[in-house]
C-alpha cells in the first residue's frame, strides 16, 4: 500500500483523527500558544480521547486479531493517550471555569466525524466501525447508534463538568 492510501485510510478512524487532535493541542500548550491552553479546548480534547479508550474498550476490543506492532500502536492509541491526557489536565488544566454548555460546543468534533465517515462510506463503501456501517445495518440503526454514543458523550461531558467544578471547590477549601 502507497503511503498515501495508507494515510487516506488511516484518518477515516476516529482514533486516528482524536490522537491527532491530541498531538496538535498538546503541541500548541508546549510552544506556549494561549489559544491551546484554554481549559475548555483541552476539556474537549479529553472528552474526545476517552470516548475513544471506551468505546474501544467497550465496542471494539478483540473484534481483530492484532500482530505485535498492531497491538503496540493498539495499546497506545486506545489505552495510553487517554490514560496520559487525563493525567495532563489532572494536573496542569485550571479548574473551575467550565461551563454547562461545554459538552454541546465539545460535541461538534464528533458530529462532524460521524457525518465525514457517513460520507466517506457513501463514496468509497468503507466504513471504519461496526456500529456506523450503514451498508450492513442500514441507516435507521446507524442514527439510532450514532445517537446513543452522541448522548452518552454529553452527559460524559456534563459528567467532566461537575468532577472539574467539584475540584476547583475541593482546592479552595
Request: no cysteine; net charge positive; glycine share 8%.
Amino acid at each position: 500500500m502507497s503511503w498515501p492510501l495508507a494515510v487516506w485510510t488511516l484518518i477515516g478512524y476516529f482514533t486516528i483523527t482524536t490522537n491527532l487532535l491530541v498531538a496538535i493541542v498538546l503541541t500548541g500548550v508546549a510552544l506556549g500558544v494561549a489559544a491551546f491552553k484554554s481549559p475548555s479546548l483541552l476539556a474537549g480534547t479529553l472528552l474526545s480521547i476517552l470516548l475513544v479508550g471506551i468505546v474501544y474498550a467497550l465496542l471494539l476490543r478483540g473484534l481483530r486479531e492484532l500482530t505485535a506492532g498492531s497491538e503496540l500502536a493498539n495499546i497506545l492509541l486506545h489505552q495510553a493517550t487517554p490514560l496520559m491526557v487525563t493525567a495532563f489536565w489532572l494536573v496542569f488544566v485550571g479548574k473551575g471555569v467550565l461551563r454547562w454548555r461545554d459538552p454541546l460546543l465539545w460535541a461538534l468534533y464528533p458530529l462532524g466525524y460521524f457525518l465525514y465517515a457517513l460520507a466517506r462510506g457513501a463514496v468509497d463503501g468503507h466504513y471504519p466501525y461496526p456500529f456506523i456501517n450503514v451498508a450492513e445495518i442500514g441507516l435507521p440503526r446507524t442514527r439510532e447508534d450514532a445517537g446513543m454514543i452522541a448522548a452518552a458523550f454529553v452527559l460524559a461531558g456534563e459528567a467532566l463538568i461537575w468532577f472539574d467544578h467539584w475540584l476547583a471547590a475541593r482546592a479552595k477549601a
